[in-house]
């Protein structure tokens, strides 16, 4: 009959919760268990996401649609360069035969000018017929576009059709103001075919592309704050400029933009491994907004017990065993529901497998 009413008394303690641990703040010490708090500042930090770093938009790229050979430099990336300031020189058997093509479409587009005036002329004398003014004035139309596409694939190089040869080749001239983000450094060096070979920023702001999952999307909106992990610190790097509403059906993820122009870049000690190029990929978090009635808790602050995801909650006299209703992981924890926790609640961290273990019937000294 007494075990029958212990195991009564036992199967109605699991009903209503669980019984207190009672332990000393000695004892506690002892068995390397410690205090932290739940994280109650309403926010979260989502990731690590895949982000894929590039120079802001508003940097300038110039690129060949065939394979150039690098024979001069006169900057190097970094550098300072104005509107029309050489930057490089090179080499490319298909860029003379392109430049050949200008020069010889641009003469026989003032041979066809000449002749279209003076067709129109006779016309208007009544001396030719509409049908043959109209024929070369059609072809100098057709040779001007002709040439003003030679001139935009010629000067997107970065070369002026008009005075670009030297010794050592073509000069390659900035087409607008500001930093040599990206450069070649040495001669020899060959260039690939549309592939940017010269880029040149406004300033040193980068941007990034960053991978956000589905089920991550909704909980993040516009000028939420981005960081990278540099040691134990999270370093804020930017914020999200803009979150896409197309899904990527083939990752299941949506793509969000981020200007990375925080003043931490520059002032924190970042492992040289962290250092943001051009082209790199970094693990990046996101700060996101947590649902009303929810707070963040540890990894290290939650156990599983049978079924049931504890908390050890500091009582006076040791800890209560508090079950929690975890929504979803964050980084460094969980998001659970608040229920009757309070911003002074101590929650028990470290070798919290010995409060485990105490309800499970095994003892402690």
Known sequence: MKKIILT??????????????????????????????????????????VANVDFSNQSLKQTSPFEITITQIHKLPGEAVKKGEAICNISSDSLSN??????????KLQIARNNANKDKALYDDGVISQREYQNSYLLANELELKLKDLDSTIRQIGVNPGNSSSTFGFIVKARESG???YAPSKSGEKITPFSPYIIIAKDSSMQASIKIPEQNAESIAKNAKIYIKNGTKNVEIGKVESLSIALDTMTNTLQARAILDSPNLDSANLDSSLKLKAGSNIDVLIRAKNPSGTIVVGYDMVTKFSNDNLVFVETAG????????????????????????????????????????????????
Do not use: C, H, R, W
């Open 318 to 365: 040791g800890f209560m065993p508090t079950k929690i209703n975890i929504i979803k992981e964050v980084n460094g924890g969980y998001l659970v529901a608040k229920d009757n926790f309070s911003e002074k609640s101590n929650l028990a961290t470290g070798a919290i497998i010995v409060l485990k273990g105490v309800m499970s019937d095994l003892s402690f000294e």
């Open 179 to 181: 930093i040599l983000a």
């Open 8 to 49: 009564l008394i036992s199967l109605f303690s699991l009903a209503v919760g669980y019984d207190e641990i009672l332990l000393s703040k000695e004892q506690s010490q002892k068995l390397g268990i410690t205090l932290g708090k739940a994280d109650f500042s309403g926010y979260a930090l989502l990731g690590p996401f």
């Open 98 to 107: 392109l430049i050949y093509e200008y020069n010889n479409t641009e003469s």
